[in-house]
């Protein structure tokens, strides 16, 4: 075997070159970043067909190609990684699920005689809002020292937040306990752990991060865990033994997870932190609002089901399986919804669940009066409503790059903290004040909505993709491909202004974020981009 490697084989300015390399195969690999750039794939000739492009010409190894554009593995020790984030998602947000359990053992007891349900509640959302609100914060702390030193103090910080609860005399030692120190401890772990599995993967991204979002779902366990924790050890003990059980598999998956290296040659390899110019992109806006609005549905659901299953007759035992049928659906929806969508199109996949949960909730939710009929729809609504958190990655990943989907997708948690905070908030006041089944029409009516929104908001998102993905393709053959990533946003910051740290005026800030949305949404509102045939 050759000593030398294929991307240096493929350096024209290598003095090793061998001298008898077809010098077709030289300009191939100058013009192959073009190649794969525009359609967000890897550059095999179907992708590059789809999207417009010229295929390589026969004779001409992908493989060389792929080494110069800095294609990911597909898997490798990427699947290492996908079981080390579904182990943290377990025990960060199934743990946090647990708080329910624990509640009900302070209200029952009356441990703390001071306290009121709303300030037991509160707690709860104040961990979740926390992790989400701290999301520039801790980017930036990722971007200084790095995803696994930002992984291992996240995992410190849950630990002392769980084993110091166990100490609490106060109620308000539980919100600086598990509200704020467990709450950050989980936006150090959770953030930078799904940021770090797009750059991994390709073809089958959508698989791994729906199967690693899908150990969300380990409250089910967790909370038969903590009750019968309670009824052996006591409270004091559960809490400790929640924290010691955390810290070592955060610490372990904390070590698993590593950081793949973007190439140079793809995009900035540095890692950014939050930059409020992010809002002014049309793709991110339309991801965020996406998101921002599907939240206060997919949040008023959880808490309105078992209400509305014991006023059709149903005891709150039946609730409480209709509740867990809903986390059900959703652990087995996320890797189904990956799987499908790295088949048939991250953006098509999401924009098909979540018209179909507008659709259950306007339509099953209404006129469902009996226990099999709410199990059904709760396992239907589960795997489409929670469809935003397996594919928001993804998309990312295609919409924008994958050196700066970390950075924005912990721009977005900060905006998605006023639905978790508020929605469970808006789902009590929706059904305050009716008489029988009729109390929960406005909440399913406004919990289907917001699905609604979010579906009109996919289409404008995959209009806006389809439209980029044309326009680069007749700006490559136009020779315009440079002006093509301008418009679109990926070259909007050059790299001495993000090192310089420069900061605009709010005048300015706005005034480009405005020509930023005038320039990219021109032909978004083409009904044939709306609704032509393609995969996305």
Not at 47 to 56: H, K, Q, S
Not at 110 to 122: D, G, I, M, R, V
Not at 229 to 245: E, M
Request: with cysteine.
């Amino acid at each position: 075997m050759c000593n030398f490697t294929m991307t240096g084989l493929f350096d024209t300015n290598n003095p090793q070159q061998p001298p008898n390399l077809d010098p077709d195969a030289i300009e191939l690999v100058q013009r192959s970043q073009q190649h794969a750039s525009f359609a967000g794939q890897e550059s095999d000739p179907e992708t590059l067909r789809a999207a417009g492009g010229t295929p390589p010409p026969e004779g001409i190894d992908p493989a060389s190609i792929a080494l110069v554009e800095d294609v990911p593995p597909d898997g490798g020790y990427g699947w290492v990684i996908v079981g080390a984030v579904f182990l943290i998602n377990v025990n960060t947000w199934g743990i946090n699920s647990a708080w329910g359990v624990f509640m009900e053992q302070y209200i029952r007891e009356n441990t703390f005689p001071e306290a009121s349900h709303f300030e037991y509640a509160l707690i709860g959302g104040l961990s979740v809002s926390l992790a989400l609100i701290l999301g520039p914060v801790i980017s930036a702390m990722q971007r200084i020292f790095g995803s696994r030193y930002t992984m291992i103090l996240g995992s410190f910080m849950i630990f002392a937040g769980l084993f110091s609860a166990s100490a609490a005399s106060r109620v308000w030692h539980l919100f600086m306990s598990v509200g704020l120190c467990m709450g950050f401890g989980f936006g150090l772990l959770y953030i930078p752990a799904m940021g770090l599995l797009p750059p991994w993967f390709s073809r089958h991204r959508s698989l791994a991060l729906g199967l690693a979002t899908a150990g969300a779902d380990g409250g089910i366990a967790w909370n038969l865990i903590t009750g019968k924790l309670l009824a052996v050890s006591g409270l004091k003990w559960t809490w400790r033994i929640l924290a010691l059980v955390s810290i070592a598999f955060n610490i372990i998956c904390a070590f698993l997870c590593r950081e793949r290296p973007i190439s140079s040659s793809t995009g900035s390899s540095k890692r950014r932190s939050f930059n409020i110019r992010d809002f002014g992109r049309t793709q991110v806006l339309l991801i965020l609002l996406w998101g921002f609005i599907t939240e206060f549905g997919y949040v008023s659901l959880w808490y309105s089901l078992p209400s509305y299953a014991t006023s059709i007759g149903l005891t709150p035992s039946q609730g409480s399986v209709v509740n867990a049928m809903l986390s059900l659906g959703v652990g087995v929806g996320r890797p189904l919804v990956g799987a499908l969508s790295d088949r048939f199109g991250r953006i098509n996949l999401a924009l098909f669940c979540c018209s179909s949960c507008a659709i259950l909730c306007l339509t099953l939710w209404i006129f469902a009066r009996s226990y099999a009929g709410l199990i059904i729809f709760a396992i239907a609504a589960g795997a489409g409503g929670g469809c935003f958190w397996s594919t928001v990655n993804p998309i990312l990943a295609e919409t924008v790059s994958l050196a700066e989907s970390s950075a924005i997708f912990g721009t977005i948690c900060f905006a998605l903290v006023i639905p978790t905070t508020f929605g469970e908030a808006i789902a009590l006041q929706l059904v305050k004040g009716g008489d029988g089944l009729n109390k929960f029409i406005p909440s399913q009516i406004f919990v289907g909505c917001t699905f609604l929104g979010g579906t009109a908001l996919l289409m404008l998102l995959r209009s806006w993709q389809i439209c980029e993905i044309e326009r680069k393709g007749e700006g490559m053959g136009s020779g315009q491909i440079r002006e093509g990533r301008k418009r679109s946003g990926e070259e909007s910051r050059t790299e001495e202004n993000l090192e310089e740290g420069v900061l605009v005026s709010g005048r300015s800030a706005g005034v480009a974020v405005l020509g930023e949305l005038r320039s990219s949404a021109a032909g978004m509102w083409s009904p044939r981009k709306l609704f032509v045939a393609r995969r996305v």
